[in-house]
Nanobody, 130 residues
Framework: QVELVESGGGSVQTGGSLTLSCTAS????????MSWYRQAPGKERELVSS???????TYANSVKGRFTISQDIATNTMYLEMSSLEPEDTATYYC????????????????????????WGQGTRVTVSS
């Protein structure tokens, strides 16, 4: 099984900073990529930022220059440093990860897999007040 656990949400004032973290654990062979999504009340879930295991990053235009995504591959942990927060950033933030579980590996004659997992965290609330 694979589980994602998020932490770091909270309440700040406009201009403040928060850092979210998300750790993937379980019977993981490889994490291919991790992402942060957010969903504000009454709105659809949107992609905030993502990072692949080779370090390639993407950001939503609304957070470029203010948010920084990073990862610790050794611990399958992803971080989202958020600065210059605005009330529009208020939302529940969810992490997602895709990768390969050990049980889905075929070891011989060559390592390969045919199944990719996708898991979501439980969400962490970020509130930015003006």
């Amino acid at each position: 099984q694979v589980e994602l656990v998020e932490s770091g949400g909270g309440s700040v004032q406009t201009g403040g900073s928060l850092t979210l973290s998300c750790t993937a654990s379980g019977t993981i062979f490889l994490v291919c990529g991790m992402s942060w999504y957010r969903q504000a009340p009454g709105k659809e879930r949107e992609l905030v930022s993502s990072i692949t295991n080779d370090g390639t990053t993407t950001y939503a235009n609304s957070v470029k220059g203010r948010f920084t995504i990073s990862q610790d591959i050794a611990t399958n942990t992803m971080y989202l440093e958020m600065s210059s927060l605005e009330p529009e950033d208020t939302a529940t933030y969810y992490c997602a990860a895709d990768g390969v579980q050990i049980k889905d590996i075929q070891w011989k004659p060559n390592i390969r897999w045919e199944s990719i997992f996708l898991r979501w965290g439980q969400g962490t609330r970020v509130t930015v007040s003006s």
